[in-house]
């Protein structure tokens, strides 16, 4: 049986996606016995439009890259979201929050009148085209990504997290970032990292996105327990894009 043919994309990002499944090294080339990369910019040379799994990596941060991506989604049978850029717009959503003309001159003072600079509202993946499998995080952790890779090679749907950060943060038994007058996300925030962030240290910032059917008016008592207001956790979701879509 022949293997699937898989094509990787970057639109804006940092690529730090792509460079965890470099970083893969052995699992990566395990992964590489059941499927054949037919273009991917960051690790090989060659360059083929006929695949069958189109992964992206990035957000569409430009009116015109939403054509190349309709055109791949017509290519591929499968399509997968990599990382927070792609999946929920990331950080890139940042830009969003002001004065798109401003952001432009912030970042290329004189030359930002130029047509190659255009900017527009950033969009996720599933914003402009149909996405099949998500792969959260930012960046991605490529154990998850080779697991959720060979769940699709199987015809298995993927299992992934559909309970917040909290249960995992709980389960390692961690102090709360609340008790010591820190703003946490982790009580929205889909779980799947094993709670990285307040197990080292720092608060959920938001990278796997706003999990599905949150229990919200646990997260309401939460801020009223801890002085906390709704604003300040909407403020906190603006660095990946999360904000948008919480309607608390
Ligand atoms: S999700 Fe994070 S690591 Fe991945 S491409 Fe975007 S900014 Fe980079
Ligand atoms: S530190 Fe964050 S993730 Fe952990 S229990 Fe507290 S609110 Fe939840
Ligand atoms: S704790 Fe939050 S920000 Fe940190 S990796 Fe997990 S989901 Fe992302």
Not at 61 to 89: S, V, W, Y
Not at 157 to 174: G, M
Request: glycine share 8%; charged share 25%; hydrophobic share 40%.
């Amino acid at each position: 049986m022949s293997k699937p043919k898989v094509a990787i994309f970057d639109f804006a990002c940092c690529e730090g996606c792509q460079l965890q499944i470099v970083n893969m090294e052995e699992e990566l080339l395990d992964l590489l016995t059941v499927i054949d990369p037919v273009q991917w910019r960051e690790g090989m040379s060659d360059q083929s439009d006929e695949y069958d799994i189109a992964i992206i990596e990035g957000s569409i941060t430009r009116e015109e890259d939403e054509e190349p991506l309709k055109l791949i989604r017509q290519r591929a049978k499968i399509l997968i979201a990599l990382g927070a850029c792609a999946t929920i717009g990331g950080i890139n959503k940042l830009k969003d929050a002001f004065d798109l003309d401003d952001v432009k001159k912030t970042v290329y003072g004189e030359a930002a009148g130029m047509p190659h600079l255009a900017t527009a509202p950033v969009k996720a993946v599933h914003e402009v085209v149909k996405v099949d499998y998500d792969v959260h995080g930012c960046p991605i952790d490529g154990k998850e990504f080779s697991y959720i890779l060979r769940c699709l090679l199987a015809g298995r749907k993927p299992a992934i997290p559909r309970y917040p950060v909290c249960v995992e943060c709980k389960l390692r038994e961690n102090a709360c970032c609340y008790e010591f007058g820190k703003l946490c996300l982790g009580p929205i925030i889909r779980a799947g990292c094993g709670a990285l962030c307040p197990s080292n240290g720092f608060h959920c910032f938001g990278c796997r996105g706003y999990v599905e059917d949150p229990n919200v008016n646990a997260a309401k008592e939460v801020m009223e327990q801890y002085g906390k207001t709704v604003e300040d956790l909407r403020e906190k979701m603006q660095l990946f894009g999360t904000r948008q879509e919480f309607t608390l």
